[in-house]
């Protein structure tokens, strides 16, 4: 029934440590019927207006938000000490499980949703299927879901640009989600139907991933100058809270997950770059140094041959690696192959990020110049980037995908560069997107994580997802839509679940609580690895 090997100390500690949780939420939850049923009692016919009360109460703690708990949880969470708090949830203290029973469910939602992956990935209590590619039925496929999404959440949006105040939306919030979520359904069906040939187009989706990061953390930082160690944490619990568990879970590696070390690593960098010396970041000669010290500092790692080896062997134990299927490949490859193909992108999202505030002031001037001018000026842009589009398609695109990679690292920008350019160059275009495929782009991480525990299936610990999940045999398209709406589903809660629990446990404006949180949860995790490797060493000493 089990194909994922002997029990490790990671997967029963896991378990010492969810079942708890679970059990301390079941008795929250029979502790709030109770609460309710009694006030119902009491106040049946009289003093309604306290019920009320009450019942905003109820409401307040219960609701999860999509940012997060609601913040009389949180708040609540954080007033106490972390000893309190474990002494309280260990003694099963009433108060404390009513005040904290959101959090306890969504922890335990979180562990249940681990347990789905494991069963439907690393058991045989459900089916699988072999992948098949048609063009046709891919094709039609997505460009049915465009349609559908065209006719249904096509939205204009009347933004204000934070730099003009007018509302020029060149690469606005909603364009960029879009952009991330037509991409990903790309992505996805490319593994789901193993669609090989569009392999170097989905080389270029991850650049332009990357690129956000740039893009992104660069307008943050450049912006908000906001560095501290609260924002910091919150990125990164954002980028590696859920994937840490499915490793210990499904025994795997992080590396397996490789989209996750790469925007932790660009995102670090981005941080690095903007951090040090932050007071001058708006003199433009000290961001320019900043950027080409970016360029060479990649440069240095990834193009002279063995210093790669040097800066990440003392790593290997978190960014190693080894496939099943190809076992004698060095355990750094993978990490070398992934972050050198978009080794610059990044930086090139960064330059974007920094003159965009120019490239509003222009698009606005552009705007409100006479037609005969910004026609001209529009169709010389547009005839530009498809020339160059059209060069790059037959000269690099068409290269078998080995010849491809070779040059990727150098020209992603060009295609990056051309969609940003058709995509914004009238004020109709910018300021319309598809609401569907943005609501998709929110949930990248989720998706990417989840499709190859319970949309696909490697039946192995650091397995590849050769396979399909099959909840129908014999029916592969009832399957592909009942698989596809739970793994959608699933996906965007675990959105949900690791925003309320990054408000819980990474406090934005208390870096002691901060630091004493994670000292908590490093001493928690290690007594519970602990306890767990002497639990399995018990039979063997019988």
Avoid at 258 to 279: D, E, Q, R, S
């Amino acid at each position: 029934m089990v194909n994922s090997g002997p029990v490790t100390p990671g997967q029963v500690s896991f378990l010492l440590g969810i079942i708890p949780v679970f059990v301390a939420w079941v008795y929250s939850e029979i502790l709030e019927y109770r609460k309710f049923s009694s006030l119902s009692k009491v106040h049946s016919d009289s003093n309604l207006v306290e019920l009320g009360s009450e019942a905003v109460k109820e409401e307040d703690r219960a609701v999860l938000l999509e940012g997060g708990l609601a913040k009389s949880a949180s708040t609540k969470f954080h007033a106490s000490s972390i000893k309190s708090n474990l002494i309280r949830f260990v003694t099963m203290d009433e108060t404390f499980l009513l005040e904290n029973r959101a959090t306890l469910r969504a922890m335990a939602e979180s562990g249940a949703i681990l347990f789905y992956f494991y069963i439907c990935d690393r058991t045989s209590l459900l089916a699988e299927s072999t992948k098949a590619y048609n063009r046709d039925l891919f094709l039609f496929l997505y460009f049915l879901l465009i349609i559908v999404s065209a006719m249904t959440s096509l939205k204009k949006h009347q933004d204000k640009s934070a730099f003009t105040g007018k509302s020029i939306l060149y690469l606005n919030r909603h364009q960029t989600e879009e952009w991330k979520g037509w991409m990903q359904v790309l992505f996805l069906m490319y593994h789901y139907f193993a669609a090989m040939e569009i392999y170097n187009a989905i080389r270029v989706f991850i650049a332009a991933y990357v690129w956000m990061t740039g893009f992104g953390n660069f307008s943050y930082y450049y912006i908000r100058k906001d560095f501290s160690l609260a924002r910091f944490a919150q990125m990164m619990w954002r980028l590696n809270f859920f994937v840490v568990f499915c490793c210990i879970v499904l025994n795997n590696d992080y590396m397996l997950y490789y989209i996750c070390p790469m925007h932790t690593l660009f995102t670090l960098m981005v941080y690095g770059a903007l951090g040090i010396f932050n007071k001058y970041n708006e003199i433009p000669s000290v961001m320019a140094a900043k950027i080409f010290a970016c360029f060479l500092v990649v440069a240095m790692i990834w193009e002279i041959p063995g210093v790669f080896d040097i800066i990440w062997s003392p790593f290997s134990f978190i960014l190693g690696y080894t496939d099943p299927a190809k076992p004698d490949l060095p355990r750094l490859h993978e990490w070398h192959f992934r972050s050198g193909l978009d080794r610059y992108i990044w930086i090139i999202g960064m330059i974007y990020a920094y003159y965009h505030p120019n490239v509003e002031k222009w698009m606005e001037k552009l705007e409100e110049a006479e037609p005969k001018r910004r026609h001209t000026i529009k169709t010389a842009v547009v005839a530009v980037s498809v020339f160059v589009g059209y060069l790059w398609y037959e000269y690099i695109y068409k290269l078998d995908k080995i010849t491809y990679n070779k040059f990727h690292p150098y020209t992603s920008w060009i295609p990056i560069s051309v969609y940003i350019c058709l995509r914004n160059f009238t004020q109709q275009l910018r300021s319309f997107s598809l609401v569907l495929f943005a609501w998709l782009g929110k949930v990248t991480l989720e998706t990417y994580i989840s499709q190859f525990h319970i949309w696909l299936r490697s039946s192995v610990p650091n397995g590849q997802p050769k396979w399909l999940l099959s909840l129908i045999p014999d029916y592969p398209m009832l399957n592909f839509m009942l698989t596809t709406a739970i793994y959608v589903l699933i996906s965007h809660r675990l959105f949900e679940l690791t925003n309320s629990l990054k408000i819980v446990f990474i406090p934005t404006k208390d870096n002691r609580r901060l630091l004493q949180n994670f000292l908590a949860g490093i001493a928690i995790a290690v007594s519970l690895y602990f306890l767990a490797f002497v639990l399995l060493l018990i039979p063997n000493t019988a």
